[in-house]
């Protein structure tokens, strides 16, 4: 299979502890064999120094937006996908990365010095909040089964 026939993949984490990164270079040692011949990994930073950001056909996001700047990626990421998988808890329910949102008046005006100092959004998002999200993969860290089954009906469907 050519390069250009393989499906193009993509790797972004945001306010999260990678987990799933962790857990999908684990999933990917039992499948390497099988996923080099179908998968074009084009920007996955914990697999290569050399990364291509241009067009995905599967973006995978892991963790939660914080900042502004986390926003407009995610955007443009979303911009430059077919399929776009919210990855993890905070991804997909904005927490733990999001606690800060349920403070009290009080926990917040401790912080607020910190949220303004490093240009953070007044509340955390979930990826869903800032851009359409096709799949997710629930858990913190995701089910390797869970994701495997994810995955290979992606496979499935850029395939038909």
Not at 106 to 130: C, M, N
Request: glycine residues 4%; contains cysteine.
């Amino acid at each position: 299979m050519e390069n250009s026939e393989k499906i193009k993949i993509g790797w972004f984490s945001f306010s999260c502890c990678e987990d799933n990164t962790v857990v999908m270079t684990e999933v990917m040692n039992d499948h390497w064999q099988e996923w080099k011949k179908i998968f074009d990994f084009r920007h996955v930073r914990v697999l290569k120094s050399k990364n291509i950001y241009d067009a995905f056909d599967i973006a995978f996001i892991e963790g939660a937006m914080a900042g502004a700047d986390q926003e407009e990626s995610v955007k443009d990421i979303r911009s430059r996908s077919k399929k776009l998988v919210a990855v993890g808890a905070c991804a997909v329910t904005g927490l733990p990365s999001g606690q800060r949102n349920n403070f009290t008046p009080e926990q917040r005006e401790a912080i607020d010095f910190l949220v303004t100092r490093f240009g953070a959004l007044p509340s955390v998002k979930k990826v869903s909040d800032v851009v359409k999200v096709d799949v997710e993969i629930p858990g913190c860290p995701m089910s390797p089964e869970v994701f495997l089954e994810k995955v290979n009906s992606l496979v499935t469907e850029l395939r038909s």
